[in-house]
């Protein structure tokens, strides 16, 4: 496991802190959500995609309130 594998297990380990109510009534949904999250941050920071921080906020967002086949552009909204 690399040195940024710690990184963002350390942060989904704060989410979950952040959020305990919500995670032992939905446990599921908030890993999930939070792993989308993490995930699109990450592909941002170690890739060489030209993308500004509001686009990735907007690409969160769309994932959080519309759906990830909206954000990934396969269903319109």
Not at 44 to 51: I, M, T, V
Request: glycine fraction near 8%.
């Amino acid at each position: 496991m690399g040195h940024v594998d710690l990184r963002i297990i350390r942060t989904k380990q704060l989410i979950k802190t952040a959020f305990l109510d919500l995670i032992d009534e939905h446990g599921f949904e908030v890993s999930y959500i939070s792993s989308a999250h993490m995930g699109v941050i990450y592909e941002w920071l170690y890739s060489d995609r030209p993308d500004t921080a509001e686009d990735i906020a907007r690409i969160i967002y769309t994932i959080t309130f519309e759906g990830p086949l909206v954000a990934g552009g396969l269903r319109a909204h």
